[in-house]
């Protein structure tokens, strides 16, 4: 399987800072997706992003396919953005393959 | 609204209780998948589906059947759970296999005592 490697795995942040997480791939993949897992386990969609740049409100993400990266940028934090994020990509066709994700705490 | 239904929620059962995690979609999407979340391991894929009457294992199906007899449903069965299910459990569904978005479901952390 592919491997996915998310970072950093913790982050704190003051609410109102900005924040960049990162997602490596270790080979092509045909779909990626950046989700955010709440506080009661739900896993919502935030990017659907095999290539390119997307921006919705406060999040963007970018994903450069030919150098197996994807990055999201959260801007102006606010506390409801506290979870965890994961990055998952697919390759063969029949699963994802999912980081070990980025957990996020901001703080008032 | 699209979206992906799983029920139930919540389930607290005993060891070889037979249970089914009901899953369905109302986006006609033909492909459909199975998860497990375990602190540690990730989520890893249990089964899925690519469309009726085609499933196919994961990564980690033992204990664990699946069925899809119609394009919508893909229910999720424990024939007989051990502790070592317990778990949070996602259904999937995307359009088709391949260059299309998943939706995911609520999730339903089962435990088995």
């Known amino acids: 399987g592919i491997q996915v490697e998310q970072s950093p795995p913790d982050l704190i942040l003051q609410e109102g800072a900005n924040s960049t997480l990162r997602c490596n791939f270790s080979?092509?993949?045909?779909?990626l997706q950046w989700f955010h897992q709440n506080p009661w386990g739900q896993l919502i969609n935030l990017f659907y992003?095999?290539?390119g740049t997307k921006q919705n409100g406060r999040l963007s993400a970018t994903t450069v396919a030919t150098e197996r990266y994807s990055l999201l940028y959260i801007s102006s934090s606010q506390t409801t953005d506290s979870g965890v994020y994961f990055c998952?990509?697919?390759?063969?066709?029949?699963?994802?393959?999912f980081g070990t994700g980025t957990s996020l705490t901001v703080i008032p | 609204e699209a979206q992906v239904t799983q029920n139930p929620r919540y389930l607290i059962t005993v060891t070889g209780k037979k249970l089914t995690v009901t899953c369905s979609q109302n986006?006609?999407?033909?492909?459909m998948s199975w998860y497990r979340q375990d602190p540690g391991l990730g989520l890893r894929q249990i089964y899925y589906?690519?469309?009726?009457?085609?499933?196919d294992k994961g990564d980690v199906p033992e204990g664990y059947k699946v069925s899809r007899k119609e394009k919508r449903n893909f229910p999720l069965i424990l024939e007989s759970p051990s502790p070592n299910q317990t778990s949070l459990y996602f259904c999937a569904s995307s359009l088709s296999i391949l260059n299309t978005e998943a939706f995911f479901g609520q999730g339903t952390r089962l435990t088995v005592v």
């Open positions: 080979d092509s993949v045909n779909n």
């Open positions: 992003i095999p290539s």
């Open positions: 986006m006609n999407h033909e492909y």
């Open positions: 998952a990509v697919e390759r063969t066709g029949n699963q994802f393959y």
């Open positions: 589906s690519m469309n009726v009457e085609v499933t």
